[in-house]
């Protein structure tokens, strides 16, 4: 069973808001990844760890930051929310394993900037 | 770069087999996985393939190619509740493994 949270599930914010999206996760894995997805559409990877204090970002160019202090935590911060941040928030974790990568996903936060 | 190329949409008869494409282009080849997503869920791991062949999965199988840098995943007899997106991934075998999601394709379901 994977165990990976993500917090607040729904997040509705003014322009110009400072927020942060939590996602923790209990298995110990070292990498760690946010996504962005917009409804029906494809993901797009705007942030990636692989331990702690290792932080890259994705192919999406993204004005949030992440931060990776542990290695269970790997929150997201937007310093002033607009409303094209508009999205849902997919935060995720792996390991190598026989299968490849295989990433185990939170239930996202969906957010929506006024 | 890394691109995956995958149908958008497919629709398919309750109790029939479809199967869903994905082509791909990267460097440093590693594996291919597939992942399943429910409107308003999260991306569940369906399979993987990092050989050249066919793994089975209860109703699931995926089928890697990597000569022709291609791979599908079939499904057999189809339930409604089958009706989902699923996105292809491709693995890179670079230092950190980075993984690149397909569009997805959306497969309806009709009895």
């Known amino acids: 069973e994977a165990d990976i949270y993500q917090t607040p599930r729904y997040l509705v914010i003014g322009t110009g808001k400072k927020i942060t999206l939590e996602c923790s996760q209990t298995?110990?894995?070292?990498?760690m990844y946010w996504y962005q997805q917009d409804p029906g559409m494809e993901l797009h990877l705007i942030h990636y760890?692989?331990?702690?204090?290792?932080?890259e970002k994705g192919d999406l160019s993204s004005e949030s930051t992440v931060s990776r202090i542990r290695t269970e935590h790997f929150p997201l911060t937007l310093e002033s929310a607009r409303p094209s941040h508009t999205s849902q928030y997919l935060c995720?974790?792996?390991?190598?394993?026989?299968?490849?990568?295989?990433?185990?996903f939170g239930p996202g936060t969906r957010l929506t900037v006024l | 770069g890394q691109s995956l190329e995958q149908p958008s949409e497919v629709t398919a008869v309750e109790g029939a087999i479809v199967q869903i494409n994905c082509t791909y282009q990267?460097?440093?080849?590693?594996?291919l996985s597939w992942y399943q997503q429910h409107d308003g869920g999260a991306p569940t791991f369906l399979s993987y393939?990092?050989?050249?062949g066919l793994e089975e999965t209860g109703r699931f199988s995926s089928f890697l190619s990597r000569s022709d840098s291609y791979g599908y995943l079939l499904l057999q007899e189809l339930q409604m509740k089958d009706s989902a997106s699923y996105f292809c991934?491709?693995?890179?075998?670079?230092?950190?493994?980075?993984?690149?999601f397909g569009i997805g394709t959306k497969l309806q379901v009709i009895p």
């Open positions: 995720a974790s792996s390991e190598p394993t026989a299968r490849g990568n295989e990433q185990f």
């Open positions: 298995m110990g894995h070292d990498k």
């Open positions: 760890s692989y331990g702690v204090n290792s932080t």
């Open positions: 990267t460097s440093g080849f590693y594996g």
């Open positions: 393939n990092a050989l050249d």
């Open positions: 991934a491709v693995e890179n075998s670079g230092g950190y493994q980075k993984v690149t």
